[in-house]
């Protein structure tokens, strides 16, 4: 089956610092990638749209000068949390869309961010 | 705008019972349907995907479209305490457009 991996699985960081997470389909290509947010017992929120080779468009609300997403790569994105404040402490989620087949979305496990 | 409505639960229901997870679209152009699964603390599992009128069935669980009813519905039979999670409906158009739009998804309780 379609397999999708984030890497950090949970990172803890200091206020002010920034973090790299890494969304990687591991046996399918993957031309738009998506990034999604959840906070505790709230439902995913969308953040962004990422297509390779494309610049990724955010939803609304979403700073995209605060999340940088690059998708160098059909099997590759990444979500950049700058200067992270505590207010960004949540669970961040990446899915990625087949190419070929039925458009299905599949889910990396998640990375749980706390900055301190 | 798109929406996708799930009763919030929770539902409960005893094990090796059917559990019974409803909703409802708003975008009469949407194709496909999906249901995912997700545990506390853990990332959305696809269940089940749909994308024709009628049942889809595997293993345990049957899909259920009706487009003309803009309804969709997950069965789950023989129910296990495992089951227990909150299950997210979701679905897009297809057309060009590959965000999905979810439900706030519906808790379900399997009580041994």
């Known amino acids: 089956g379609a397999v999708v991996s984030q890497h950090p699985s949970w990172v803890i960081c200091k206020s002010g610092t920034s973090v790299k997470i890494e969304c990687r389909s591991l046996?399918?290509?993957?031309?738009?990638m998506f990034w999604y947010r959840q906070f505790p017992k709230q439902s995913l929120m969308l953040m962004a749209t990422s297509n390779e080779g494309s610049k990724a468009t955010y939803e609304q609300g979403v700073e995209k000068d605060k999340f940088l997403i690059n998708h160098a790569s059909l099997t590759l994105s990444t979500l950049t949390v700058t200067s992270a404040h505590p207010e960004d402490s949540s669970f961040y989620i990446c899915?990625?869309?087949?190419?070929?087949?039925?458009?299905?979305?599949?889910f990396g496990p998640g990375t749980r961010l706390t900055v301190l | 705008q798109k929406e996708v409505e799930q009763n919030s639960g929770p539902l409960s229901v005893p094990e090796g019972a059917i559990a019974s997870l409803n909703c409802t679209y708003s975008?009469?152009?949407?194709?496909?349907f999906f249901w995912y699964r997700q545990y506390s603390g853990k990332s959305p599992e696809l269940i089940m995907s749909i994308y024709s009128n009628g049942d889809k069935e595997d293993g345990r669980f049957t899909a259920q479209l009706n487009k003309a009813s803009q309804y969709v519905s997950l069965l789950i039979r023989d129910s296990q305490p495992s089951d227990s999670a909150t299950y997210l409906c979701?679905?897009?158009?297809?057309?060009?457009?590959?965000?999905?739009?979810f439900g706030k998804g519906t808790k379900l309780s399997v009580i041994p």
């Open positions: 899915s990625a869309r087949e190419v070929l087949g039925t458009d299905t979305q599949y």
């Open positions: 975008d009469r152009g949407s194709q496909s």
């Open positions: 046996d399918f290509q993957a031309t738009t």
């Open positions: 979701a679905g897009y158009s297809g057309a060009g457009s590959y965000q999905l739009t």
